[in-house]
């Protein structure tokens, strides 16, 4: 009998597991179907349709270590619009990736990549704030 708790509280730390895994999985087959809706909407010329079919993306759930996923999805997505010369929406797509994260290591490489569509685009000015800010965060990462 003196067992049966530290058995019950391992088998309810179980169960949390595997429905984290299953609720992860779930969430990351979501996130690979809505990837390829906002690669079609973008190929369609759609952008109307982009901000709110990204945002499906970076409104789910997941895991802390696999963060740096939303990070490559961010720049996969505003490469691809400013392909097509959206760069304000390819703008706002990363600023979507910014809200989805939580490191400061994810949100500098975000601004960096903020700063490289600037620079792009002559916004040298706006190119340096955004690479300063990834600098400062880089800096206080751990």
Known sequence: MPYLFPLLILSFGLQANIVDSQSWERSRSVAEAQHEIVMLLIKGKEFDRVLSASQEIFSLSFPYTQEHLFVTEGRILSSALYDQQQY???????DQALQAVNSNSSKAV????????????GKDDEAMEFFEKAVELTKSAP
Not at 88 to 93: H, K, P, Y
Not at 110 to 121: P, Q, R
């Open 110 to 121: 975000l601004f960096k990549e903020k700063a490289f569509l600037c620079n792009k685009e």
């Open 88 to 94: 304000g929406l390819a703008q706002a797509l990363l």
